[in-house]
């Protein structure tokens, strides 16, 4: 192999090894700005830029500001209008830019970085746009990814903005998704809700958010975590109201201390108080021992009463002392202990009509509803579930030791389209189910239960004869391998283990557009970068 072979393999070996650290650093469950500027990090280290970062527009102001930056040099705050210097046009045209050499282009604006005269003068500087791909109307652009590098021939600029434009297309979902949490934490400012920057990489491992409505109850955990307040978590039965207690807890300066747990619903009304304030020995039939309360026990830590709309009323008056006086009495006692706890709690019932009823206490509900957090039902979420459903499929695939890799598209089809009266719990056991009856790598709609089921995707309809059950089933296996394939027929064929002339055959019998199943990425022209 000559050199210029061998310096082709090397810049091409490492393209592949910063989009793979990049991937990783991106990944669905990294914190969201931390990872971004992990991918500057990596951008600058790797390809040997000077410096490397993100504009992002802002639509309250409409200019794009730096949102995120990785140089060696200090970046003083600077803002675009679109159309205003390269970033600008770049942003206003959604077309890259390739700048040979700083000092020699007109539009170009040394903003925000204070570059020295001879960095303007050996360096060029290369900005591509990050656009968000829509199906229904016109791509959106949402702001622009640059860097500065070495002055160099232009062919090698040219493939350096190659190779920016693909790691743009990557990061599009995650700047579309800053954009929406910076306006949001501009909007809290506003009202005087401060919340740092450091609350947009709260980093909750267990909680999987990707729709809007997640996010903003992940904004709303980051901003009552930090404090003593008293947090109210509403909502359906099976949403993981019990999670994101946890969450507040674990995000709180308590997190080191106990967080003891409580279903109030689980307990009769005359145990409850027992169970809350504890008890001295003699103090009822049954009190052969003195035990501590649950409050007492969550001392210096935080105490989570799920249900609490099932309290008694005399109960509740008792919570509402422990809270007010922070202090509790057991049952027996003359003496009252002194407790500091966080109370956390929960309930899906509607309180305010308890209240109408007389069934809960006015002055006990202004107490703990001092924070509402609610959560959405998973029906009005559904960019939520194909994540969730991944990520049971991948812990229940490591508990049962199985070698399940993904879901077929007829089955995401089924879990997106179904309305979860069960919420995040019945999508929870609808995957473990699957995982232990799948002999396969993929789960397939056949592998859902029976509620999830049409009659058309589990060709059970009476109308539909033997041959029609089979097409739908050699239907499915088509549509999985070309989405796999990427809409290559050929590899789609080898995947199935057929012939390219029956893929072909069938694709046009059943009418499937193997460009559909082509990702963005495939449809642009695309060449090795010579970095």
């Not at 807890?249 to 145990?271: D, I, Q, W, Y």
């Not at 006015?362 to 509803?369: A, H, K, Q, S, V």
């Amino acid at each position: 192999m000559d050199n210029s072979n061998q310096s082709i393999t090397d810049k091409f070996a490492l393209c592949m090894r910063t989009l793979r650290q990049i991937l990783a650093e991106i990944g669905p469950k990294s914190p969201l700005q931390s990872g971004l500027k992990g991918l500057l990090r990596i951008l600058t280290e790797n390809l040997g830029y000077r410096r490397a970062f993100l504009a992002i527009y802002d639509q309250e102001s409409s200019t794009l500001k730096i949102g995120l930056t990785h140089s060696l040099s200090k970046t003083v705050e600077a803002s675009y209008t679109p159309g205003q210097g390269i970033v600008g046009q770049v942003f206003e045209s959604g077309r890259a830019i390739v700048v040979p050499r700083m000092k020699d282009h007109p539009e170009f604006l040394n903003k925000a970085f204070g570059r020295p005269p001879e960095e303007l003068s050996s360096m060029a500087f290369i900005s591509v746009p990050v656009v968000n791909p829509s199906p229904f109307q016109e791509d959106e652009v949402l702001g622009t990814l640059s860097i500065d590098v070495a002055a160099q021939p232009l062919d090698i600029l040219e493939s350096h903005l190659q190779f920016l434009e693909v790691v743009a297309g990557l990061i599009a979902n995650k700047v579309a998704r800053l954009q929406e949490e910076l306006a949001l934490q501009r909007q809290l400012l506003s009202q005087g809700l401060g919340v740092g920057a450091e609350s947009l990489d709260l980093q909750l491992p267990n909680i999987v958010a990707t729709s809007k409505s997640m996010r903003m109850v992940l904004q709303q955990v980051a901003q009552v975590a930090p404090s003593k307040a008293t947090a109210l978590i509403r909502g359906e039965s099976g949403t993981g109201k019990e999670l994101l207690a946890e969450a507040i807890h674990a995000a709180s300066p308590r997190a080191g201390k106990p967080l003891v747990k409580l279903n109030c619903a689980a307990l009769p009304s005359e145990l409850i108080e027992s169970e809350l304030f504890g008890h001295e020995k003699g103090a009822f039939t049954g009190a052969i021992a003195s035990k501590r309360g649950l409050f007492e026990q969550a001392d210096l830590g935080s105490l989570f009463l799920d249900e609490i709309g099932e309290l008694s009323l005399e109960a509740q008056a008792k919570v509402l002392r422990a809270i007010q006086e922070k202090e509790v009495q057991p049952i027996g006692s003359e003496k009252t202990v002194k407790v500091d706890v966080r109370l956390i709690c929960a309930t899906h019932q509607p309180l305010e009509d308890l209240i109408l009823q007389s069934k809960f206490r006015e002055d006990l509900y202004y107490r703990i509803n001092v924070f509402p957090v609610f959560l959405p039902p998973l029906r009005e979420r559904r960019e939520d579930v194909l994540p969730l459903a991944e990520h049971f499929l991948l812990s229940f695939a490591k508990e049962y030791a199985k070698r399940i890799r993904r879901i077929s598209t007829p089955a995401i089809d089924l879990l997106t389209q179904y309305h979860w009266p069960g919420n995040v719990r019945e999508l929870r056991n609808c995957v473990e189910r699957a995982v232990l009856i799948c002999d396969d790598e993929v789960v397939r709609s056949y592998h859902l239960p029976p509620t999830l089921q049409t009659a058309e995707s589990s060709a059970t309809d009476v109308s539909l004869s033997f041959g029609e059950a089979v097409a739908n089933f050699e239907r499915e296996l088509l549509v999985d391998a070309l989405k796999k394939a990427n809409g290559n027929m050929l590899q789609a064929a080898r995947e199935l283990r057929v012939s390219y002339r029956i893929v072909n055959y069938k694709v046009k019998k059943y009418r499937i557009d193997p460009k559909k199943f082509v990702t963005s990425g495939r449809r642009r022209r695309t060449g090795q970068p010579n970095v």
